[in-house]
Structure formats: structure tokens, C-alpha cells
Nanobody
Framework: QVQLVESGGGLVQAGGSLRLSCAAS????????MGWFRQAPGKELEFVAA????????FYDDSVKGRFTISRDNAKSIVSLQMNSLKPEDTAVYSC??????????????????WGQGTQVTVSP
């Protein structure tokens, strides 16, 4: 089992920045790929970013590429999402995900095995 707890959400003005963190406990964190998804009201869960277990490869949705950065600290079992140049359309509940059999399936939320409870990010115009 893996337990995931997100933090760092909040209210920010457009153009501002937030840093989300996801603390993992349970099984070996360093062996698991990690990801971030988001869900806006009335919309489906959407892939945001992912990072492989060793941290050498990262993946982003086109909508956040160049603005968001995913990183991980395996010594502390934390994965982070630095969000810059935030836009109102980034408003959503952001959730951390862990452990996927094949990173090629990263955009499919059903392929991830563990989830955090989510943290709200609200970007005002």
C-alpha cells in the first residue's frame, strides 16, 4: 500500500505561482513513477505531469508545458509540482498519483494504482 498526502494548494492571482507537494509513505517510493492530475468542476480528470522512478524523465500535458515543473526527492519520498504563470483555467483540484505498470499509459488515470485526496488550486483573473 502507498499513502499519498498533497499540500500547497490555495488561491493565487493569474500570473502567480504555487508549489504543490505530495508526501508518500508505505511501500518503496523510489521504485514508483509519480504523477499529477487535475479535475475542474464539471470536467473529467486530466493528466498534468509525470516523472519516472529515477527522476530522469518527465512528461507534461501540452497545456502546462513550459509553465509547470515536476520533480521528486526520493530521500524524502516527496514529489512536487512547481506551477508558474498560472491561468484561471488552471483552477482545479490537483491530485497526486503513484505506481503505474507502464509510463506509456501515464495519461490514463485508470492505470495509476494509488491516489491522494487532492488539493484545491484556484487562480483568480
Amino acid at each position: 500500500q502507498v499513502q499519498l498526502v498533497e499540500s500547497g494548494g490555495g488561491l493565487v492571482q493569474a500570473g502567480g505561482s504555487l508549489r504543490l507537494s505530495c508526501a508518500a509513505s508505505g511501500r518503496t517510493f523510489s521504485n514508483s513513477a509519480m504523477g499529477w492530475f487535475r479535475q475542474a468542476p464539471g470536467k473529467e480528470l486530466e493528466f498534468v505531469a509525470a516523472i519516472v522512478s529515477g527522476g530522469r524523465s518527465t512528461f507534461y500535458d501540452d497545456s502546462v508545458k513550459g509553465r509547470f515543473t515536476i520533480s521528486r526527492d526520493n530521500a524524502k519520498s516527496i514529489v512536487s509540482l512547481q506551477m508558474n504563470s498560472l491561468k484561471p483555467e488552471d483552477t482545479a483540484v490537483y491530485s497526486c498519483a503513484a505506481d503505474i505498470a507502464l509510463i506509456a499509459y501515464r495519461t490514463n488515470y485508470k492505470r495509476w494504482n494509488y491516489w491522494g485526496q487532492g488539493t484545491q488550486v484556484t487562480v483568480s483573473p
